[in-house]
């Protein structure tokens, strides 16, 4: 089983030089995407579907959904 970090997003966060420099060169947006696997279980198939769904999507969607949230609070602050 792999292992799941609550620090999986800390590279780049740490990286705002990285950023910057990118932002100098380009108009591109500097992240992360995340391309899911859209599978559907077979019929009995349900918790096997979402016990592997855990280990190879939520671990890296749940980090993702909070940093995003960490931003819109940081954005929204006075």
């Excluded at 705002?16 to 100098?24: K, N």
């Excluded at 992360?32 to 979402?50: F, I, M, R």
């Excluded at 280990?55 to 993702?64: K, V």
Aim: charged share 30%; hydrophobic share 35%; aromatic share 6%.
């Amino acid at each position: 089983m792999l292992c799941s970090t609550p620090r999986l997003g800390s590279p780049h966060r740490r990286s705002p030089r990285r950023r910057a420099l990118v932002r100098e060169a380009t108009a591109a947006k500097v992240g992360w995407t995340v391309a899911n696997q859209a599978l559907v279980p077979a019929p009995g198939g349900e918790s096997k579907h979402a016990e592997e769904q855990n280990i190879w999507e939520d671990m890296y969607l749940e980090p993702a959904r909070e940093a995003a949230r960490r931003r819109e609070r940081y954005r929204s602050a006075p």
